[in-house]
């Protein structure tokens, strides 16, 4: 009996393969380009609620916080935000797939009601190597991202054997939610060759990029058989791309398998500009994925006028200070703050809805109006 079941379902999964070969296949330029002529300019931030250390912090059934969320997605409205990029887990997914569901819907809703469309990152490869269910530690004083956790974590992506969970997963979510329309798109992995040299790169696996860059392989190909109407992307985010000869082996993956081209780019004006130049030469939408960090003069009154004009998505990185602690810069990893910076880092809003600079929000509605 089990045989036959799976005989037939062999069978199945291959004559669904036959029907809709397009399934496994990137959209090519033209497809990709007559999307994005049907969106508006999209223009938001990464976003976690300021209740929320991480992913499984935000998602997990007794932490899920939708009040704050709805709050904080009217604060994004009003500064004319139409779009934010938010992390999942994996293991959300191995805890309470049919809740995750429909915490994932409720979201959707909510960000839906504030006119605001989401690209959902999968995969994360920075931070903790350890994640854990469950109840998460507080914030460490003076800390940027003191708990932010990886997905999957270190013991899963070195067990090739356990890849199935990672491959129930994607194709699970993905599949759900394929044909809605408050998806933007999906970021397949962020970071996938990030080893966190500068905060747990010591935890990290010698060969951690090499068995990122199989995994992203294989997610790519999970994500196209479950067929979105969405998008799939993942973001490069080292240097400007100048010369393709010189690309990573993660690098052309990721550019080559991406249906839009994203990138992060935390690096003054002129920086940005050539990263922009460079990744036209792939003749599809781009979509900055990751910018503004103050000290480094990645500012909204340099950045967010010339994507704009060049009708590059942006997605800055902190949206209100709270648990994840991003107003400090990444150095407070060697050297931690007792106090607030002079100088925010990321992040828009006090946890009271004020701006941390009133003229900068002012000069953000300027530009998204």
Partial sequence: MNRRFLAVSAFLLLLVASICPAA??????EQANEWYKNQPWLVGSNFIPSTAINELEMWQADTFDLPTIDKELGWAEGLGFNTARVFLHNLLWKQDADGFLKRMDQF???ADRHHVKVMFVL???CWDPYPKLGRQH??????HNSGWVQAPGREVLADRSRWGELESYVGGVVGHFKNDQRIV???VFNEPDNTNDSSYGSQE????VGMSLELLKEEFKWCRYADPIQPLTSGVWKGTWDDPKKLSPMEREQLHNSDVISFHNYAPLPVMREAVEHLRRYDRPLFCTEYMARPRGSTFESILPFLKEQKVAAYNWGFVSGKTNTIYPWDSWQHPYASEPAEWFHDIFRGDGSAYRPEETQKIKEITK
């Fill in 24 to 29: 496994t296949r990137r959209w090519t330029p």
């Fill in 108 to 110: 959707l809703d909510v």
């Fill in 123 to 125: 995969f994360d490869s």
């Fill in 138 to 143: 507080e914030p460490k004083q003076g800390l």
């Fill in 185 to 187: 798109a999906w970021d």
């Fill in 205 to 208: 696996p010698s060969n951690k």
